[in-house]
Structures are given as C-alpha cells and as structure tokens.
C-alpha cells in the first residue's frame, strides 16, 4: 500500500485503515483474486455464440470475411466500419486478429473477454492501492469487481468484448493519472499515457466519454485543490469526449437506434432514469433475476413512481457526506454516478429499461464504498474481524456461484432467449430470438409457433412477421411468404429488409413487375441494403436491361468486395455488354476469391477467346473441366 495519505481527512476516515497494509511487491492476494475470478467465469469458455448481434460482429461482418490490408482498413473506415450504429473498430479489430490466427472459434473469443476482465481486475487492484484503501478494502472491493454476477453480459458475451476491451484502457487511464499526480517530476509522461490510453477506450465504446468526470473525481479523492489549472489540464479529453459523444449519437441516429417506440412521456422517461438508477444500485447489493434484456412495459412499473424519493436519498446521503467529509462515500457515489448517467435511457430510447452490461464500469464506485467501509468496520471493532470477513467470504462465495449459474444462460441462442422469456413472458423480442435461433437448427415447426407468439405480442408487428414470413419463403410456401411480407407492411414499417424479401417473393412467383417496386423501396429505406441491390441487379439481369444490372453489382461489390458470385456475375455483364477487355478483369477477381470454381473459368474461356487468346482460353476450360 502507498504509505503516502491521500491528503486531509477526518480523523475518523484516517483511523480506518487496516493494521494489514499492501505490501509493495507482495502479489500474492492480487494472484489469489486473479485466480478466483478465472473460476467464476471458466465454464463459459464453452459457451458459442449466440443470436443477438454476434451475428453481424463476427461471422455475418464482411470485414472479417478475408484477412487482408483492405479489410483492415475498412474496420477503422466509419462508413464501412459502424455496425448497427456503433463505430468500435478496436473490439471488431481484436475479432479480426483472433479469426485470423484461430478462425471463427467461440472458445477463443470467450477466453480473451475472460482475460480482458482479468486485465481490468488488475487495474481496479492496483488504483485502490494507489487510491490508499487499506488492506481488506482493496481486496474486498476487487473482488467484487471480479466475481460480481452483473459483470456476466459483458465478459460471457461475445459482443461485448466492447465492455472488457473500453474498460481495461479505461482503468488503465484512471491508474496513470494518479500515478501523475503522486509522481510530479514525471507527471507529463503519466499525463501523455492518459491521454492515449482515453483515446484507445473511446474507439473501443462511447461509454468511455465519461473518463474526465471520473478524473474530475478522483482530483476530489486526492485533494487536489480546485483551480484554473485543474479544469484546462482537461480540456483536451473533454474535447475528446464531446467528439467522440456527438459521432456517436450521429451513428445511432443513421441506424434509428435513438428513436423511441414507447409512448413515454418525458416526465415518463424521467421516472424511466430515476427507476434504473436504483436498481442498479439494489443490484449492486444482491442481483436478483438477471436477464439479457428489461424490456419496456406499457406501464411504467410502480417502482417507477417511488424511485425519484431513491434518487433524492441518495442524494441526500451524498451530501450528508459532503458535508462531514465522508470522501470515501462521496467520490463511490460520483464515479457510479458520471458512469451511468447517460446509459439511464432519459433521451435515448434504446432497447429497454437498463441493461446489466452498463454498469461494468460505474460499479467500480460502489464497489469502492463497499470495501472501505468493511475496513473501517474491521479497523473500529478489531474483536469482531473474523465475523466481519466470514461474512464477506460468505456473500463471495454466492456471487461466485451466482456468476457461474449466470455464465450458463450464454451458452446458445436458445438458452439465452428462454432465461428471457422466462424472465419477461409478457415481451416479443425472446420469442421471435428463440423462435430464430429454432430456425437456424432446423426445428422449423418450433420457430413457427413461437413466431406466432411473438405477433401477438409485438407492438411492432412487422419484425415476426418478417421473421415468419422467412421460414416459409425458405420451406418454398411463396404464398405463405408473401402473406406474411405483406402484413409487415401493412404495418407500416421502416426496415429495409423486408421490402426486399417481398421483392424476392414476387421474383419467385414470377411476378417481377410488383418486385421492382419493393427493391426500390428497400434502397430508398438504407442506400447500403447490399441485398437490395444483389436483388435489383438480378431484376435487371432477367430483363436484359444489363447497364442498370452492372450499376448495382459494382454498388453492391462496394458494400462486400469479397462475393465472388458477383464478381462473376459483372464479369458476364460486361461479356453481354460488349466489354470483353472489362470482362475479364472482373472474372479474374472472382476466381482469385473463389479458385475452385469451374463455372468462372469456363466463362473465362469463353472471354479468352473473343478476345483473340486460344491457348489461354484452352487452359481455362481444361482447368473448369477438371473441377466439374
């Protein structure tokens, strides 16, 4: 433990600290910790993906379809990089490293969340050392930190390799700035590594915006005397965050994902973020049902309506502390705070009333005030310090059993949609993600059902419909399909998606007058609807119209470079359009994505010999020979 005080406090607050201090070089609790952590997580190591956005991170991104330079680049491209809305290239770049070195394997994915929190619980460990937390404390609260059953979403969960990757810069951005601030004559250093290690963490997810204001805290904590200097030495983080902030909210804006599908109020949504605020803080004390998703209810619940007396008492605690120099109190109650003030679903409307995922890094607060309180117990009733820590080993060990029950809930899609369908049986989002995920595998009759239960559930309708209408359109029930499709759009929506799954419907039928229209509508929905224009282009195709067909193959080669199908298909495009010269760079592109197939080099014969080469076009059909 650093031996240096952090500044004045209360006589009380200084007589708290343990006789037991954190020896220098003495890691051994640290390891114990470290240890005790990788347990209480280790058995989701086995766990897969699941259906909710691992899809589009990983296997569906078509940036980690091929390992190259210019995919590279294209996960830090904003336009081609954000998915569903979030520019974290960092995350989605640790998913490219990973597939390249072990291909798409869950275990490797879920190890390196695993060892990405381990990383944050060595930063928590070693900031309470330097924040002069004595012995117990520092133990107490890291482990917590480690074990905590609300830190499940973001560590057994794929996607949010966000959550583990922003918060491991982010404490380590928090450890070097107090090391600036006890090291003076190397201050600018420490001050440089902040700064770089905030930039890498607001890549990583937006929720970093809120570092200044916890560094603005624990200047509090240090004693550090308000002053011009204190605000302009941050100036250029808050700069950062205002940046980073306002893209942020424009790349949600892009994706609709700020739009609010309640009929909240504002006042309504007021009591929205005061609700969350306390159960987030309840949570912390024992977690009761978790569940991956707390979906909004056409009344608010009555909770709700109580929770600005929860918010004013916790206020009102603040202050008392405040006031009698209670700093621990204080600065635990800031840090909770300026951490999840802007993920409390005020003005956003986001996917429901709170997730467990937000609180990974703004419990860091509570678990601060937790662990120097029980030091203060132990240090003032040193009689009683063997029941004091049988108690904490108690609470401990169900966390850690709590932690490992929750670990199971990630396993698949289907355990994951039925903990939450069980959890909110009254929501659609559970039945149509299970109903899904039965699809996927091939329980078709399963996914039906539980599609139809979904419908009567939705608000917005189209969504299950859509969802539905897919089984049939893949069983060849066009009928079917196309009633389900139509019904989405009775319901007046907005995705793109189901315009163009109607437009293939009417393609199927053979009724191609009424599909042009909805692969239009789809494009006019989302310009980056690749699917749209695949499906266009075979419109045109079909009607000879080639230029226009040639149009949105090379839109849609923009959106996935990687489709060698297309390629091939632009290649027999500019063959019909008289290119043959342009035709043959096309098809060169697709047999160097996809070698083994012989229709594109039989195709390449054939452009070999308009264009007056013989010998070429020779080998090219004996190679397309060979692989029939």
């Not at 709170?354 to 120097?372: E, N, T």
Request: glycine share 6%; hydrophobic share 45%.
């Amino acid at each position: 433990m650093a031996k240096k005080q952090t500044g004045k406090s209360s006589k009380k607050q200084g007589k708290a600290k343990s006789t037991v201090a954190v020896e220098k070089k003495n890691y051994l609790p640290l390891f114990i910790i470290l240890g005790v952590t990788f347990l209480a997580f280790a058995n989701a190591i086995s766990n897969g993906f699941v259906n909710w956005d691992d899809p589009v991170n990983l296997y569906e991104n078509p940036n980690l379809e091929r390992i190259n330079m210019e995919n590279l680049i294209r996960i830090f491209n904003p336009e081609t990089g954000t998915i569903l809305g979030n520019y974290n290239p960092l995350p989605i770049f640790t998913f490219f490293l990973e597939k390249a070195f072990f291909g798409l394997n869950p275990k490797v994915f879920h190890f390196n969340n695993i060892l990405l929190h381990l990383v944050c619980v060595f930063f928590v460990y070693k900031i309470l050392d330097k924040m002069c937390m004595p012995f117990w404390g520092v133990v107490f609260a890291t482990l917590m930190f480690g074990i905590h059953p609300m830190r499940v979403e973001s560590v057994a969960w794929i996607t949010e390799r966000k959550d583990v990757l922003f918060a491991a810069f982010y404490f380590a951005a928090i450890y070097t700035w107090i090391k600036a601030q006890l090291h003076k004559e190397e201050s600018r250093k420490w001050k440089t590594w902040t700064l770089v290690l905030f930039v890498l963490s607001l890549f990583s997810k937006i929720q970093a915006v809120s570092l200044p204001l916890s560094l603005l805290a624990l200047d509090y904590w240090m004693n550090r005397e308000i002053s011009f200097k204190l605000i302009t030495e941050k100036i250029p983080h808050f700069a950062l965050s205002l940046v980073f902030g306002l893209a942020g909210v424009y790349f949600l804006g892009q994706e609709s994902s700020l739009e609010d599908a309640t009929d909240y109020t504002f006042l309504e949504r007021l009591l929205v973020g005061a609700y969350s605020y306390c159960v987030y803080i309840a949570k912390w004390v024992f977690p009761y049902q978790m569940s991956p998703l707390y979906p909004y209810k056409a009344d608010l619940p009555v909770g709700a309506y109580i929770a600005p007396l929860g918010v004013l008492a916790v206020l009102g605690a603040g202050v008392w502390a405040w006031m009698k120099n209670e700093k621990a109190l204080v600065f635990g109650l800031a840090f909770f705070t300026f951490n999840i003030m802007f993920l409390l679903q005020v003005l956003g409307a986001g996917q429901g009333l709170m997730a467990d995922r937000f609180s990974y890094v703004a419990y860091f607060g509570l678990f601060f005030i937790g662990g120097w309180y029980l030091s203060k117990l132990i240090h003032f009733k040193p009689a009683q310090q063997t029941i004091f820590l049988g108690l904490a080993g108690v609470y401990s060990l169900v966390f850690i059993f709590m932690t490992y029950q929750q670990n199971k809930i990630w396993e698949n899609g289907g355990t994951l949609w039925s903990h939450a369908m069980e959890c909110s049986p009254e929501a659609y989002t559970p039945y149509q993600n299970l109903g899904k995920y039965y699809q996927s595998i091939g329980q078709v009759e399963q996914a039906k059902s539980l599609l139809v239960k979904s419908i009567e559930l939705s608000r917005e309708k189209d969504i299950p419909y859509n969802s539905r209408g897919k089984i049939f359109f893949d069983q060849g029930q066009l009928d079917s399909a196309l009633f389900h499709f139509n019904k989405a759009v009775e319901f007046g929506t907005s995705i793109s998606e189901i315009y163009v799954n109607r437009g293939a419907t009417y393609a199927r039928i053979g009724n191609l007058d009424a599909a042009l229209p909805d692969f239009n509508k789809a494009l006019e929905l989302d310009a980056n609807n690749g699917q749209a224009y695949l499906m266009r282009s075979l419109f045109y195709f079909t009607r000879k119209e080639y230029a226009l067909a040639s149009k949105d193959h090379l839109a849609y080669l923009k959106i996935d470079p990687y489709d060698a199908d297309v390629w091939y298909e632009e290649g027999l495009t500019q063959k019909l359009l008289g290119k043959p010269t342009e035709a043959l760079q096309y098809l060169n592109k697709a047999i160097e994505l996809d070698p083994g197939a012989g229709l594109f080099y039989a195709e390449r014969a054939r452009v070999h010999q308009l264009l007056g080469q013989p010998d070429k076009a020779r080998s090219d059909q004996l190679r397309a020979d060979q692989l029939k």
